[in-house]
């Protein structure tokens, strides 16, 4: 009977924080169905990029979608190192969690107004979006005020209930006052700058194994990797239907053929190089990195689902009518493209605190994209191009498996050996 509650209930339970080094920790099937909800939040925000793009809108579709990407992926990474530190899986704790991804749902369905707002020049319309991020906010809220429960984390808990109650207050005012487009952003940068200062001010709270709030090294690192993997969905999306809106022009074509196989491949590049990066041990052993490394993959992930718009503009291209031209195409690709590039490569440098010898390599990968831009304005075929883009990053990979990793492994020994 003692294994059968064990395993099957899940009463409340006091909220404190999980063992800095468990054992076995992993990520849980409550994550990975949380996970979804922002699947579903690329999507929209990919499909609307891409639609913008094709609209004549480039640089408003731009705007919006580093905008609502940033929305996405902040409330992911607060909610993600919150429950690898107190993760109780009671009924509350899973509760607390459908109301954030309720909120999720909800800043969905406020990204296409958000993007048209933008467009069309007039009053940042941002209402729906930023209810749903405070609908978000406020299931974090509430589980913070559990964790406060627990003496050993109540600063840093209160620390985080603090910065976030202020910041909601300014989230309403972006919302819901009248406030012209550039005012609204640079005050919604603003609460992000509020929010911030919360792990800033938490993870700073404590001494020794209570410094902090006790997120697990591993488990945090495999939470990362899989929104890589989540947001890499987007670019099957796009290849997907981009190879179906070819397919409806001109029938199944080498075009088509072509975008399907670069689009699969472009996925698995980009997969493959995000692998080569040592997260997990290096947190294990040198926490106080995490800070860098857990915010700089904002970057990582909104690249990535760019490179899925991009993916999905392809087939306007294809279009009978005003269809878009090639090196539009191609720049919504090759620049998040080459943004990923220089991400992964920084990213890898700092936490193994050297620079990568392998740097000049990575330079000379980068050149492959630059290439497809020159070479779509100088009137190539698409296709073509799009090939010259996708072999930057499989270089990379080549270059890696070919001996590249020695040089890697090397760096990760030496940082390793180091002291915390």
């Known amino acids: ?14 909220m404190r924080g999980r063992a800095r080094h468990e054992p076995h920790r992993a990520a849980t099937p409550l994550e990975a169905l949380y996970d979804l909800v922002f699947a579903a939040a690329f999507g929209v925000a990919g499909v609307q990029l891409a639609e913008g793009v094709a609209a004549g809108h480039a640089g408003a579709a731009v705007g919006a979608f580093a905008f609502a990407v940033a929305a996405i992926i902040w409330a992911w990474i607060n909610f993600s190192w919150f429950a690898s530190a107190f993760d109780t899986d009671d009924w509350l704790f899973r509760l607390f969690t459908l109301v ?8 969905a369905i406020g990204l296409p107004p958000m993007f048209a707002s933008l467009e069309d020049h007039g009053v940042f319309a941002n209402q729906i979006m930023v209810s749903g991020y405070i609908v978000m906010r406020v299931g974090l809220l509430a589980q913070w005020l559990r964790a406060a429960r627990d003496a050993d984390y109540r600063p840093q808990a209160f620390a985080y209930v603090t910065f976030i109650s202020v910041a909601q207050v300014g989230w309403v005012v972006v919302a819901w006052a009248p406030l012209p487009i550039d005012t609204a952003i640079a005050a919604a940068a603003a609460c992000w700058l509020i929010e911030l200062g919360g792990p800033i001010m938490a993870e700073r709270k404590g001494e020794g194994e209570r410094r902090g709030t006790p997120w697990h090294a591993h488990h945090i690192a495999e939470r990362y990797a899989l929104l890589t993997i989540i947001a890499l969905g987007e670019t099957v999306v796009g290849t997907l239907a981009a190879a179906q809106e070819i397919a409806q022009v001109q029938g199944w074509t080498g075009d088509a053929a072509v975008v399907i196989g670069a689009g699969v491949a472009m996925t698995f590049a980009l997969w493959w190089s995000y692998t080569m990066m ?4 290096i947190l294990a052993r040198h926490r ?3 800070f860098v490394w857990g915010y700089g993959h904002a970057v990582i992930f909104a690249s990535i689902a760019a490179v ?14 005003d269809p878009l ?3 539009a195409v191609i720049l919504l690709i090759a620049v998040p493209v080459i943004v990923f590039m220089v991400s992964i490569s920084l990213l890898h440098s700092y936490l193994v605190h050297s ?66």
Not at 1 to 14: A, K, Q, S, V
Not at 359 to 366: D, T
């Open 288 to 290: 106080d990195r995490s």
């Open 325 to 327: 031209p090639a090196p």
């Open 355 to 420: 620079v990568m010898r392998g740097l000049p390599l990575h330079a000379l990968a980068m050149i492959l994209p630059v290439t497809g831009i020159v070479l779509a304005f100088a009137g190539v075929p698409l296709w073509a191009c799009l090939l010259v883009v996708l072999a930057g990053p499989v270089f990379v990979v080549i270059a890696y498996e070919a001996g590249g990793w020695r040089l890697a492994q090397r760096h990760l020994d030496e940082a390793l050996a180091h002291p915390a």
């Open 278 to 281: 040592p997260s997990g041990p």
């Open 308 to 321: 899925g718009a991009g993916l999905h503009a392809i087939g306007f291209a294809y279009r009978a009518e």
């Open 1 to 14: 009977m003692t294994d059968t509650i064990e395993r099957y209930r899940h009463g409340l339970r006091p």
């Open 100 to 107: 954030q991804m309720a909120g999720v749902i909800v800043l």
